[in-house]
């Protein structure tokens, strides 16, 4: 008996649902990781955030909720992609440098909720930050905005972008050169 439609969006909501528990779980594996690289297994975080952004709710089940969900998906795992790469390459550092890497994981957020709690210091906001002063220097420009402010205008940006999304569409960092400042916009999928 084929599964109902219904049942499939169910499947595909539980599947995202896993996969979001999968990137929470990748945080602690990683640095128990980096901190023990002789008794702890490779976390293989990088298979996972593939596999979350290549993944694509069939359109036979498609629904604005699910799409929602898998954005919100796609964009954690996006954050946490680049805090742990910033934690890797402060991992091998240490090691170039004869320290032990466990002393540096005090330093950063142990899982998204501590990373909220940081507001714009948060790895991902810190890296549009940085992206963002990166491009002013280049126009010869300051920021009329604190960093706290510039996250909270990303974070409501992309609020207002995710409800309006069409499937063939993505959320996308960029560079408004008029504005001389980042902002989210939307894009079709390639």
């Excluded at 975080?45 to 898998?70: D, F, G, N």
Aim: glycine share 4%; charged share 35%; proline share 4%.
């Amino acid at each position: 008996m084929a599964e109902s439609t219904e049942q499939r969006r169910r499947s595909v909501e539980k599947e995202l649902m896993e996969l979001e528990k999968q990137v929470d779980a990748m945080d602690g594996k990683l640095r128990a990781y980096l901190a023990d690289r002789q008794n702890k297994p490779h976390p293989r975080h990088m298979e996972l955030v593939e596999k979350i952004q290549r993944y694509r709710v069939p359109p036979a089940v498609s629904t604005k909720q699910l799409e929602y969900q898998l954005d919100n998906l796609q964009w954690k795992v996006y954050y946490h992609q680049k805090a742990w790469q910033q934690l890797w390459e402060n991992a091998e550092a240490a090691y170039r440098q004869g320290r032990q890497f466990g002393s540096t994981l005090q330093e950063s957020p142990s899982n998204q909720e501590s990373e909220r709690s940081q507001g714009p210091t948060s790895p991902s906001m810190q890296s549009f930050w940085d992206f963002q002063q990166k491009k002013l220097k280049e126009f010869g420009a300051r920021s009329q905005e604190s960093a706290e402010e510039f996250e909270n205008r990303i974070r409501s940006r992309y609020r207002q972008l995710a409800e309006n999304k069409g499937d063939d569409q993505e959320i996308v960092l960029t560079f408004d050169k008029q504005d001389k400042q980042c902002t989210l916009a939307l894009r079709r999928k390639e």
